[in-house]
C-alpha cells in the first residue's frame, strides 16, 4: 500500500495512492496505517498495537479491523469523471448539429459544436461572452452530441469520454478540463488539481474564496471586480503541478437571484441578463463576464490564502484563521485533485503553507475593507 502522510494540528492527512483518497486520522489510527502499509499482518498489527496502547486483545483486535476497514472502502472505484470506453464499439458521429459556436480566447478560435440544445445550454451559458462571430478557420474543434443515451465528448477528432444521464456534472467538468488543456497547451497530469471556489487576483497575488452553495463566493467576486481586482476563475479553479500558482480561466460568474439587488445597481446589465434554470441544482443563475480577459499581462498568480465565506444577516463581519484540519475537511470533498503522486504531495505541500480564515459577513463595504487589508497584511 502507497501512501503519502502529512502532520496538521496533532493529527494526520494520509493519502492512499490507489484510490486518491484523503483521509485525516488521529496519530493512533495513523499508527496502525503505517503498520499495514509497512507489511505487517493483522496479527502482528494487533499484538504491536495493544504493546503500544495498552489496550486489551479484544479492542485491539476491534481497532485494527476497524482501520483496515476504513482502508479497503477507500480502496480504487471506477472514476466516475471519465466512464469506460468500448473502443469495440463503434460511435457514430451525427450528420447534423442543433448549432456551432465559435470562442475567441487568447488568441485561438475554439469550435464546439452541439447536437441539441440541451448540451448548448449545459456549456454555451458560462462562455457566451467568449462568442465571436468569424470566417477564420478553428484552431481547435469540439464536438459534444449523444449516441446511445450517453453524452460524447470529442476534441480535435479524438472521443475523450462517454457519460451517463446521471453523470452528466461529470461531463461538464471534463469539458472544462479538456478547454484548460487546449488553452494552456496542458494534459491533466499538469495540473495539481481544481477546485470549487472564486479565484481573485490583485497585485502579483491572488486568494481564494470557498463556500457552499449561498454562501456568498459569487456576490463576492463581483463586488471585488467591480472595485479593481481581477476575476481568475468561478467555481473552476485551475492549480500548475509545476509552479502551484493559480491559472485564468475565461468562464463568467454565475449570479444567484438573491444577489441581483446587490449588483444590479453596480452592473445594469445583470438586469436584463438571461436567466438559465439548472434542474440538477436547483438553481437559477445570470452571468456575469470577466471584466479582463488577460490577455497581455499575467495567466498565474501564487496563492496567498484560502478564505471560507459565509453570508449571514445582521452578522457585519467576523474574520478568524481557520485550522487546518477543519479547512482540508471542507477543502478536499469539492475538489478534483492529481492522482499522481508527485502532484499529491505538491497539493498537501501547497495547502499546508497557505493560511486560512473564515470570513463571515452581512456588511459588503466591510468585506471590501477587510479583504483588501488581507491582500495588503494589514489585518
Known amino acids: 500500500m502507497n501512501y503519502l502522510e502529512r502532520s496538521v494540528v496533532h493529527k494526520k492527512i494520509v493519502w492512499l495512492e490507489r484510490s486518491n483518497r484523503y483521509m485525516l486520522v488521529e496519530i493512533p489510527a495513523f499508527d ?9 499482518t493483522r496479527e502482528e498489527t494487533i499484538i504491536l498495537c495493544r504493546k503500544s496502547y ?5 479492542r485491539a483486535t476491534q481497532f485494527v479491523d476497524e482501520i483496515t476497514h476504513l482502508i479497503e472502502i477507500q480502496e480504487y472505484k471506477p472514476n466516475l469523471e471519465l466512464e469506460s470506453i468500448d473502443h469495440s464499439v463503434q460511435i457514430t458521429i451525427p450528420e ?12 485561438s478560435i475554439y469550435s464546439v459544436e452541439y447536437e441539441t440544445e440541451e448540451l448548448e445550454f449545459l456549456i454555451h451559458p458560462k462562455i457566451a461572452n467568449l462568442e465571436e462571430v468569424t470566417n477564420r478557420c478553428a484552431d481547435h474543434q469540439i464536438q459534444v452530441f449523444l449516441d446511445k443515451e450517453l453524452t460524447i465528448l470529442r476534441v480535435n477528432g479524438t472521443v475523450i469520454g462517454q457519460w451517463k444521464p446521471e453523470n452528466i456534472n461529470y461531463f461538464t ?6 478547454l484548460l488543456n487546449l488553452i494552456y497547451g496542458k494534459c491533466d497530469k499538469d495540473w495539481l488539481g481544481v477546485f470549487h471556489a472564486s479565484a481573485m487576483a490583485k497585485g502579483d497575488q491572488c486568494m481564494l ?11 463576492i467576486s463581483a463586488l471585488l471586480m467591480a472595485n479593481g481586482f481581477d476575476l481568475l476563475a468561478d467555481d473552476f479553479v485551475p492549480v500548475d503541478g509545476r509552479s502551484s500558482e493559480v491559472f485564468f480561466f475565461p468562464a463568467a460568474i454565475s449570479v444567484k437571484k438573491n444577489a441581483l439587488d446587490y449588483l444590479i445597481p453596480i452592473y445594469p446589465q445583470l438586469a ?8 440538477g ?3 437559477t443563475v445570470r452571468y456575469l463576464p470577466p471584466l479582463h480577459q488577460f490577455e497581455n499581462q499575467s495567466i498565474s498568480y501564487p496563492c496567498k490564502a484560502l478564505v471560507f465565506v459565509k453570508y449571514k444577516n445582521n452578522s457585519g463581519l467576523t474574520i478568524q484563521e481557520m485550522a487546518q484540519d477543519t479547512a482540508f475537511k471542507l477543502l478536499v470533498p469539492d475538489s478534483w485533485i492529481s492522482p499522481i503522486q508527485e502532484n499529491a504531495s505538491r497539493f498537501l505541500d501547497w495547502f499546508l503553507k497557505i493560511p486560512c480564515y473564515q470570513l463571515t459577513y452581512s456588511d459588503n463595504k466591510l468585506m471590501l475593507e477587510t479583504i483588501d487589508k488581507l491582500f495588503r497584511d494589514d489585518l
Not at 495498552?54 to 479484544?58: D, E, R, W
Not at 467538468?173 to 479538456?178: A, I, L, Q, Y
Request: no cysteine; glycine share 16%.
Open 209 to 219: 474564496f470557498l463556500g457552499g452553495s449561498g454562501s456568498g463566493k459569487s456576490t
Open 281 to 283: 441544482l436547483d438553481k
Open 272 to 279: 436584463s441578463a438571461k436567466e438559465f434554470y439548472y434542474q
Open 32 to 40: 496502525v496505517i503505517k503498520m499495514i502499509g509497512d507489511g505487517l
Open 173 to 178: 467538468g471534463k469539458f472544462s478540463m479538456e
Open 54 to 58: 495498552g489496550l486489551p486483545k479484544s
Open 96 to 107: 447534423k448539429f442543433s448549432s456551432r459556436k465559435n470562442y475567441l480566447i487568447k488568441g
